[in-house]
């Protein structure tokens, strides 16, 4: 089945490090990622949409200069939280679909300390 | 924006008990989507529903789409402690390429 690589699962950094998270995906061209912020006990909240080849489209409230996302290939893209501060804490989430966008698969996360 | 409204949010149950959960919206879904999640983990696909009416059993899971297209359940028989989890409903409005997620059905069962 459809399998979604996340990397790393956990950092803990300092405030005004940059962190990057990669999502893979295993054994389909994801045409379209996406990832998405969950605080404990909230459900999951999409913060952008990736597009292999073009820019992310963000959510409203989401700072694209604080979360800058690279979709460069088919199996990858990269969210990099950018001088990272301890509000940025959180579990970040990738998830994958194919040309055909139906279903979305997930990333096992990344939990995200900033101290 | 579009809401899924999730219920209940959390369910106590004894070991062996049925399970029902559902989702429903004030807007049309084109695909509903049902997922567990465990702690520290991503969601897991359990369930993808189609059509409107269409009735899909994985195991012990059975869910259905709804007639209006705007609701879906999720039913789990003769539950075992490996249920637990939290359970999220999502839907995909036809056209659009994200999900929109339920609250989460946090399920607790007693041995």
Redo the contacts between chains.
Sequence with gaps: GAVVSQHPSWVICKSGTSVKIECRSLDFQATTMFWYRQFPKQSLMLMATSNEGSKATYEQGVEKDKFLINHASLTLSTLTVTSAHPEDSSFYICSAADINNQPQHFGDGTRLSIL | GQQLNQSPQSMFIQEGEDVSMNCTSSSIFN?W?W?KQEP??????LI?L?KAGELTSNGRLTAQFGITRKDSFLNISASIPSDVGIY?C?G?IQGA???V????TRLTINP
């Design positions: 695909t989507l997922y520290g983990e991503g969601p897991v696909l993808a189609y999220f999502a995909v390429q994200k999900l997620f339920g609250q989460g």
